[in-house]
């Protein structure tokens, strides 16, 4: 089945520059809505998390939404690809484990856009965790149960 838009897809790594900001976007296979359950979606969370402690990223805002992911980083010590194939092969593998399943989770590749110096850091981050209410599965932030930002 052809992905609408798949030729923008990150497919090889572009050598991203350590210390930039990117916003990262990656989508389910399919898009099928699994982090609706809210379990599901805490895998893909704990994830963003352990790449962050690990410091191969500086994490400033994500928001998974049922069936993609919206992650605002600052890239440290690997490339976009490293990060990606280990947050995506290791969401997977904990998934696939959960729901005693081998099913593909993610779609292959990645979107990502390079911040630029005169883009605004907050607005961005505010952009990103609003996307539940903009796609009204919330009212309130606050209620929605995965996202997360640096200022909060």
Known sequence: MPRP???????????PEPGRIYLITTVTDHRRPIFSD?????????????A?????????????MPDHCHWLVELRHKTMGEVMCR???????SI???TRSSER??????YDRALRKEDDLKATA??????PIRAQLTSRIGDYPLW????V
Do not use: M, P
């Open 52 to 64: 962050h402690d690990e410091g191969i990223v500086q994490s400033i805002a994500w928001v998974v």
């Open 96 to 98: 696939n484990e959960t």
């Open 126 to 131: 505010r952009y990103l965790i609003n996307t």
């Open 105 to 110: 989770v993610w779609q292959k590749g990645y």
């Open 148 to 151: 997360d930002a640096c200022w």
């Open 5 to 15: 838009y798949s030729s923008a897809l990150r497919l090889k790594d572009r050598s």
């Open 38 to 50: 809210f379990t599901l979606g805490r895998l893909v969370v704990n994830q963003l998390k352990h």
């Open 87 to 93: 947050v995506k092969s290791r969401s997977s593998r």
